[in-house]
């Protein structure tokens, strides 16, 4: 019997089915369907890899700031939304029932490692933690600018999770408005809030942390859990412990590294090589009333298969594994590897 769970957040319904893995097809193959790691380290017509910089616009940012650099960040040289910048960009006023307005603000590449061969799987500590310096440095400049409302970091890792370049690398937006998804999920916060007078995020920590169901691994600030509500097989969150409403005020990016290492270290050992995307959800500036009531926190949603017509007609997802199921898996395989 399938059983249906709802999130306490935004209150979007899953469907468990685990027998669905059970089906057959002659369409759908991960194994073929993902990128093999490459064996090479430099691949003279990839633009990230060491060597190739003038490949790319010029860095905003070089960790170490020399030719044997560990991150570089720079413009995307084809943006999803305009520079601020661009003199052209101008404010359109609603027309009828259509309204458009000029998506302005910045766009960033993150180039996470100088070898063409490295990603989040085989990246060691202190690759993680250089990463995550600089990403925090870029999201702190980006997130200053007054004419910016929203920061979103973001990874897509392999052709299926919307990647375009093998070359280990995620990606900082700015931009002038606040995303939908973001907006629905501090408004479902404040719902919880108004009745509850907690944190939903908290509120979720505490009982994680105590009853450790769906806790693959915690530090002394930074919780790994599989979601009561998961969209997506093997769905992971990182939490700060302490309340945090905004990104920009984390401190603590050593905690913050090993938590992401060893929850795709665990996850590499139970999947192997697989699609994901990986993003950073955290209070819009503008939202001050949220501070109270939203936590951030960053999501990693395995793509191990694809939403068909039943998800994108209603929003219902369909998951074949409960995530005490997935959570078991994957702290079982952090426990094997410290063995």
């Not at 940012?61 to 040289?77: Q, Y």
């Not at 006023?93 to 910045?106: A, Q, V």
């Not at 999947?271 to 209070?283: K, S, T, V, Y």
């Not at 068909?308 to 997802?317: D, K, S, V």
């Amino acid at each position: 019997m399938s059983e249906i769970r709802i999130d306490p957040i935004t209150g979007r319904h899953v469907i468990f089915a685990v027998e669905r893995d059970l089906r057959p097809t002659d369409l759908w193959n991960l194994a073929k369907e993902v990128n093999p790691m490459s064996e090479l380290d430099y691949v003279q017509k990839c633009p990230f890899c060491k060597g190739n910089e003038s490949a790319t616009p010029e860095e905003i940012l070089k960790v170490p700031d020399s030719e044997d650099w560990k991150v570089r960040v720079f413009p995307n040289k084809f943006p999803a939304i305009k520079s601020m910048d661009d003199e052209n960009m101008q404010s359109s006023k609603p027309h009828s029932i259509y309204e458009k307005y000029s998506g302005i603000g910045t766009h960033e590449v993150i180039v996470e490692s100088p070898f063409h061969n490295t990603n989040y799987f085989t990246m060691n500590l202190e690759d993680f933690t250089i990463f995550i310096e600089a990403m925090v440095l870029r999201y702190k400049a980006i997130i200053r600018n007054k004419d910016i409302e929203y920061v979103s970091f973001f990874k897509n890792h392999q052709k299926l999770a919307g990647a375009s370049l093998f070359h280990p690398h995620s990606q900082l937006i700015g931009l002038n408005s606040v995303p939908d998804f973001v907006k629905y999920e501090v408004e479902g916060s404040k719902t919880f809030f108004d009745k509850t007078h907690s944190c939903p995020y908290c509120h979720i920590l505490e009982l994680e942390l105590s009853k450790k169901e769906r806790l693959i691994y915690e530090n002394e600030h930074f919780a790994v859990i599989c979601p009561f509500a998961p969209k997506y097989k093997y769905e992971t969150w990182i939490l700060p412990k302490k309340h945090l409403p905004y990104f920009e005020t984390e401190d603590n990016i050593d905690e913050l590294a090993k938590a992401l290492y060893f929850c795709f270290k665990a996850m590499y050992i139970e999947l192997g090589d697989f699609p994901f995307n990986m993003f950073l959800h955290a209070l819009p500036k503008t939202m001050k009333s949220g501070e109270i009531y939203y936590h951030y926190h960053f999501e990693i949603n395995p793509r191990l298969s694809g939403n068909a017509g039943f998800e994108l007609g209603t929003g219902i997802y369909i998951n074949s594994i409960y995530p005490e199921e997935a959570a078991k898996k994957l702290k079982e395989a952090l426990e094997k590897e410290e063995k």
